[in-house]
């Protein structure tokens, strides 16, 4: 039988679908053995850029604690990253050594493959980040991203796929980033692809974000691509991956061998479960299907964020504007892939239409990058609408971000900046910003992590010592429980 191997996204695609990145360390650590049981092919683990802001910023974390602890959990299965090394792309413009840096201290913890790609298919600078991956001992799998529109044909597609094949990466990726794919296309368009891809291996990456996720992740498979990517519930569907469940009890059921045991996975369901419940955090549910997400191609995690907006905006009740023109934003804009973030930028600057009642009235700051080419270069800058972008390009606002753009400084800058710190804590202040300071230092500081299978008294012990509480009370139908600290009992620091 045909052999298919499972990657893994639920601790990073998966979490960051349907948990806005909210995953703290102490929810990650607990499920990691049972992950790595499994007997996954490998597993998604770490983001830059955005997530590493996402750590410092809102959870007052040091990603430090994820990496080390995390890399040191995982003891038969390959950890992956996943991003570039460096640039725009990286959420802001991290300078190039600090991206390599960053690169040598995972491939130190034995993080040495990652997935990469570029938010247009335009590859002309990946033998540069090849070069680079490389020589710092990482290997890479390049996405080759799927989209909707009438630039995006089977001719384009089978193109890109051959650009990025000549240079002989580790493996290739079908992306479909926004949840777009019909089975119907992946048996048409995928095995096109994989024609012109000599013998390079292909690993299949879908969003469930219109219901066809794992019906595609099928098809994927008897196309040929040898690994399926899946997320384990409750950070399966909905904007995230396929469940592993259900994708690997089809693919059994359609002969394939899947050396995968899932039975080791139900921890892994339990616990993130009760973190869910404990944090208020989303359940991923299939979808239903909706044929109105091929023309607006708005991802399902910010239709919610834009509807917040537009409430608080006084202009609720005007969504089916917004989609409208974000349909009509995209295609101005040259019909970027929707995918992070791109996305972000069409889907605001439509809102923003729709409330001031004139287009482009105002314009983001980011909108003003993407006509300068900041994201997405010249191909970006060819699919644009001309007269569009020379109206951009007029305002004032845009000459004063143009005159922005400067080289960031080098290590060597860097090192004299902040001083004689750990590397780690500089690629933290480099990337982040000196909001790190408040966490530098800290991934030495042992936390107690919270475990869906301990006793609830140690649980609310747990609490108690962690949150730094004099007492913590459950209140509930049949039943009262209130633990607190005895008079004069030190608070933990």
Known sequence: MPEVRIVDTTIRDGQASLWAMNMRTRHMLPVMPHLDAAGFDSMEFLATGSRLKKFVR??????????????????????????????????????????????????????????????????????????????????????????????????????????????????????????????????TLFPKMMAVSGDLEWEFHAHCNNGLGPLNAIEAAKAGAK?????????????????????????????FDVPLDVERLAPVTQHLEHVADVEGFAKGVPYEYSERQYRHQIPGGMISSLEYQMKQAGVDGHMEAVFEETE??????????????????????????????????????????????????????????????????ERPRAKEIAAQDKEPPTLKELRKKYGPIPDEDLILRAIVGDDAVDVVGSADEPRAHLSSDRPLIQLLDELINRDRHRSVSIRRPGLSLTIERSEGAPVPR
Not at 106 to 117: H, K, N, P, S
Not at 232 to 252: D, I, M, T
Not at 334 to 355: D, E, H, K, R
Not at 364 to 370: H, L, M, P, S
């Open 58 to 187: 809102h959870l007052k974390e040091n990603p430090w604690d994820w990496i080390r602890q995390g890399a040191a959990a995982a003891k038969h299965t390959q950890l992956r990253w996943h991003g570039p090394i460096d640039g725009r792309s990286m959420s802001g413009r991290v300078p190039p050594e600090v991206g390599e840096l960053l690169v040598s201290k995972a491939v130190e913890l034995g993080i040495d493959l990652t997935r990469t790609g570029n938010n247009w298919n335009d590859f002309s600078d990946m033998p540069r980040q090849l070069a680079r991956f490389e020589r710092l001992g990482m290997r890479a799998v390049i996405n080759v991203m799927y989209s909707v529109s009438p630039r995006h044909t089977d001719e384009y597609f089978v193109e890109k796929t051959r650009q990025i094949a000549a240079l002989r990466p580790y493996r290739l990726c079908f992306k479909d980033v926004g949840g777009l794919l019909t089975p119907e296309r992946t048996r």
């Open 227 to 255: 690994y399926i990517h899946t997320a384990v519930p409750p950070l399966a569907n909905g904007n995230s991956q396929p469940s592993v469940f259900n994708v690997v009890a089809n693919l059994r059921e359609l002969g």
């Open 328 to 393: 009509r934003v995209r295609a101005d804009l040259g019909y970027p892939i929707m995918v992070t973030p791109l996305s972000q930028f069409v889907a605001t600057q439509a809102a923003i239409n729709v409330i001031t009642g004139e287009r482009y009235r105002q314009i983001t700051d980011q909108v003003i990058e993407y006509a300068l080419g900041w994201h997405g270069g010249q191909e970006a800058l060819d699919a644009m609408d001309d007269d569009i972008r020379d109206m951009i390009l």
